[in-house]
């Protein structure tokens, strides 16, 4: 059982710096796979020494072991939870020897670190990882928006060519650098599935409804089948906007035992809340004076907006408004801002991160209710943002062709280490986290979609 600790006061003593909380129920919890591969405090994690005798109460070491952690009583060289140490350090009790991937493996072309046992271990340049490019679905137009189903074994694409596919998640454990990609595996199509393009789609958390939205005004809903990964039944057509629907995420009403869905775009400029099981919409949420260009839910009764006003909105269905308004600024000498063309939260609901049509990004903590930094890891819009499924690494995708990695540990008000990790011919329009998996996926104007991910060492 975990034992946690109230909140002490924000801000006591800087600098700040970051740490996740765990994650809802229906997010991947598991930070192992992803220390795996990338933190480089684990690289050589050995077994623990045996501990002193009668030197602590047990009780003491189980409660300090099962704390968790907010923004200001983290040290920076803080480097997880107790609870990814045990993880991490059975793993390397069975596999000594196996090495451990680090954000400065894909930052610098040769890394030299020293080791807990006080050994220098030097790497080449030509045992640097990098992601490669598993799978790419090809359409005949931009694929615009993909989206992993939760239990992560499919993924659904949707394009301009108003085509919806649903496509099966290959198994990756023989994945070599000098892998050949290779189209996936389609198991449903639907050719116009829309009147017009396919600009954004999203799951239930549980996977039993996909919901997609397009810029013929629409919404459809569906109910679809993990068995036979098809859709099944009537679907359902939402017809309330009187714009291009740009974005859709679900919300669990607990209290009902339903889900109810979320989506914006142009025209009015309102945010539409539908409850699914009536196919009914029954709040439009007024407020943002443009476009609602993304919006996101990272559990619970809240989720937020970002809009081409420039602004960002916290929303709240139990008090039915707007319950915070932030205007991020993108250019911190001037204090103006730029359209806000994505939005995300880490899940502890600590963190927000936004993206603009200015390539900027601005990192915002929302219990201190201060922006942290504004950073620029494009030369473009950025259109996308998500965290990595344990929220140490931020995925952005942007105008530029290019998807970036940029690594949250530590200390948020410094300089963030990003690199460049992936690549299309054209515009990169979305980047998707696998929900149990260090890959992802990528859409672009190239008219591909395209799955990336890390080989095994």
Known sequence: MMLRRPWPPLYSAPPLTYAPL???????????REYFLLAPYFRDALPPPPPPTGARCPCACLMRSHRSRSLDTITSDAFSDPEDVVYEVKKSARS????????EDLLEPQVTRKSRAGRVQAEPAENRPRFVAVTTLEDVQAVRCAEFHPHGNIYAV???SKTLRICSYPKLSDLREEHQTYQPTVL????????????????TPIGDLIATGSN??????????????????????????????????????????????????AGDCKIYVTDCATGQAYQALSGHSGHVLSLFNWGGAMFVSGSQDRTVRFWDLRTRGCVNLITPATNPASRVGSAVAAVCVDPSGRLLVSGHEDSACVLFDIRGGRSLQCFK??????????????????LTAGYDNKLVLTDLQGDLTTPLP?????????KVISGRWHPNEFSFLSTSADKTATLWALPPI
């Open 22 to 32: 765990p994650a809802p129920d229906y997010y991947y919890n598991n930070k192992g």
């Open 96 to 103: 000594l020897h196996h090495k451990r991937r680090s954000m």
């Open 158 to 160: 949707g394009s301009n």
């Open 188 to 203: 449903y199509k639907r050719t116009r599935h829309h009147k017009g393009s396919i600009y954004c789609m999203a799951w």
């Open 216 to 265: 013929d005004k629409t919404v459809k809903l569906m109910r679809f089948n993990s068995e036979t990964s098809n859709l099944e039944g009537q679907e359902i057509e939402l017809t309330m906007h009187d714009g291009t629907v740009r974005d859709v995420c679900f919300l669990e009403d607990t209290s009902n035992k339903s889900s109810l869905l979320i989506s914006g775009g």
């Open 377 to 394: 890891p494009h030369s473009a819009d950025v259109r996308s943002i998500r965290f990595s499924p344990s929220a140490y690494y931020l």
């Open 418 to 426: 990003s690199v460049v990790v992936a690549q299309h011919q054209d």
